[in-house]
Nanobody, 122 residues
Framework: QVQLVESGGGLVQAGGSLRLSCAAS????????MGWYRQAPGKERELVAH???????NSADPVKGRFGISRDNGKQTVYLQMNSLKPEDTGVYYC????????????????WGKGTLVTVSS
């Protein structure tokens, strides 16, 4: 079994910073793409930032220049550094990883964490 656990959410004032972490554990052979998504109240889940296995990144327009995604393959962890936070960044942040568990065949699947709440006050 594979588990993803997010941490680092909380309440912060507008203009502040937070760093989210998401650590994977369990029966993991390899991790490919990693990403952060968020879901604001009453809205659909949306992509925030993505990092490929080769380290290339992209981020959504609303967070460009403010958020940065990074990964530590040895720790099976993805990070989201969030700076200059705005009230509209409020939501539940989820990490997703594409993980292969089988040594002998490709069985890549999307795995999700349960989310961590970020609240930005004005």
């Amino acid at each position: 079994q594979v588990q993803l656990v997010e941490s680092g959410g909380g309440l912060v004032q507008a203009g502040g910073s937070l760093r989210l972490s998401c650590a994977a554990s369990g029966n993991i052979f390899s991790i490919y793409d990693m990403g952060w998504y968020r879901q604001a109240p009453g809205k659909e889940r949306e992509l925030v930032a993505h990092i490929s296995s080769d380290g290339s990144t992209n981020s959504a327009d609303p967070v460009k220049g403010r958020f940065g995604i990074s990964r530590d393959n040895g720790k099976q962890t993805v990070y989201l550094q969030m700076n200059s936070l705005k009230p509209e960044d409020t939501g539940v942040y989820y990490c997703k990883m594409v993980i292969r568990t089988n040594l002998w065949r490709r069985d890549d699947m999307d795995y999700w964490g349960k989310g961590t709440l970020v609240t930005v006050s004005s």
